[in-house]
């Protein structure tokens, strides 16, 4: 068996799918503009209904979580709605 070179049409799908949009501020599934900075990302997390939760995972603090993993997932899971992060498109 041999493998075809596919090189053209990989580029073409990664063009088509991955391109970044052109014009206008992004916004995500969140309504969240997603060129936001690092510093309007922790404003925001630090202003939402669960600031206390995320100010104690971001200080580091692991009380309630089995580890340090878990509380690392809880952290990262409070982020991920901040559009930054993952350049989620709509």
Known sequence: MVIADRC??????????FAEESGG???SSNG?????????IL??????RNAAKFEAL???ETTGYAS???A????IGLLERYPRLWGTVV
């Open 43 to 48: 404003s925001l997390a630090l202003s939402a």
């Open 72 to 75: 690392d997932q809880a952290l």
């Open 58 to 60: 971001w200080a580091g």
């Open 32 to 40: 969240y503009r997603a060129d936001l900075g690092d510093e309007e």
């Open 68 to 70: 340090h993993s878990e």
């Open 8 to 17: 053209e049409e990989l580029a073409a799908f990664c063009l088509r799918h």
């Open 25 to 27: 501020t992004r916004r």
